[in-house]
């Protein structure tokens, strides 16, 4: 069949639904989208250039910054990678803390996720619930790591600061809310027609072209793939975590997986503060040299770092694999192909949960 | 004073116009400031309004170190706001660069030296409140009196 394109519509760099600058080009006929490309580039800080021949100790605080939304597992996985090449074993309280930071940060970036595709359809009430709900989240954060976005709480062997009883009672009360909140919300997105008919069939990625492209983390896992990488972490392991799947392909299916992670991640937070096993919070040890390459979940999908080290423990080289270039890609190739207008393109993208700032780096 | 340019300052106190712009940031200022909207901050009762279009806005929200791509495009931004206008500074990167501002890196901050910016607010990221405060302690001080010193 012959293309016929109408007209093409730019969107962005700088638009109501995006968080960061990102331009994203549509071809259309009609308003029907034939084609999309991503223009990025606006986010370019450089990074890894500034990483290389840094100690781990400024590293450590830069790899949070990559991304300020999910800055918990960037912390992890560089730390992680760090101990692997060191042989750095890991206090066991530790162990469980670190799981505990790390799940509380995925409920607050999946919350973000799901307010920012409310608010693309323009359902502003489960927005601003949603938003409201997050607060909740960040104040965890808060109580267990002392800062409610760069908090610096993972170090080799261990974590930076211990839990008290009364903490995690105040943790346990507070998932509580979470839970008996969101369950309210996400029985309301789940229902209400009106979504189902902005987000129900749009945006569809099938199972073949998602693992063609290469897709990952709930973008993924929504097209009926059970790929995680908490599968083949060793305390994950201990908690039988196994990952969720939905099997539609669509918006609706990816924003309901992502509430069906935060019930999720509430019952390994418990699990955790439960199985909390007495003793020191740090073991202790030395960075050396040593090449490396260790990969996490993110709350947006698989996270990698690649890193080479000498025995001062400075980096080397270092190169860090992001989840949301495949996502977006994923989204301008094959999820926007076909959406039936210009607003359900935004709606699409966002489904796909963009963060622009790790992309680019 | 006149009686309308009392009552234009005491309006222009309680109806702040902001529109925010990222220039390169970790996201960490950007989720803050989204934080704001949330009830539990609530924007809107302090008669803040947050606007997407540049030239519906009285005050402009800088997050982040300024990158190669937006040396030019930042100027432009801040020529489409209407007079009077003000820019704040949000975090430690609009300030001085902070981490990313390292040899290598293809950042060019701080904000100030691409366009005027009346205040900083200083932190990795700093809180909601701190951000609201900043705008309320700002808007009355920049907009008072606004016709006389044309």
Redesign the interface.
Known sequence: MKKVVDVSIPLGP???SF???CRLKCETAGERVISAELEL???????E??M?GRPWQEVM??AE?????C?VIHNMVFIEAMEKISHIDVAPRAAYLRIVANELDRIQSHL?ANYSFCYTIEHETIA?YL??I??EA?DLLEILTGA???CAFIVPGGVRYDISDDAIARIEGGLLRIETETTRYAKMFHEGPLIALRSKGVGILSPEEARRAHAVGPTLRASGIAEDARMHHPVYQTLEFKPLTRETCDCHARIMLRFDEIFQSIALIRQCLRMLPPGLIRSGGTCTRGEGTHFGEAPRGELGYHIVSDSYGRIKEISIQTPSIMNIEVCAHHMVVGVTSIADVMATYISADP?I??TER | MSLLQKLKNSVRKRSIHVSF??T?????????I??C????YDLEQYGIYVH?NPRDADVLLVVG?V????IDKLPM?WDKIPEPKVAIAIGNCAISGC??H??????DPPVSKHIPVALSIPG??P?PDEIIQAILAVAPIAFKDYEKKL
């Open positions: 700088m638009h109501p968080k960061e600058p580039g606006y986010m370019k800080k450089g990074i250039r500034i290389k605080f830069l910054r990559v991304c300020g939304i800055s973000l601003m938003l409201n997050r607060e960040m409610r976005v760069t963060c700032s790790c | 712009v990222d390169a940031s970790c996201n960490g200022c950007d989720i803050e989204l934080a909207l949330a009830p539990r997407n170190a990158t190669e791509q937006w931004l981490v990313f390292r040899p290598g890196s293809y950042t990795c990221p809180r």
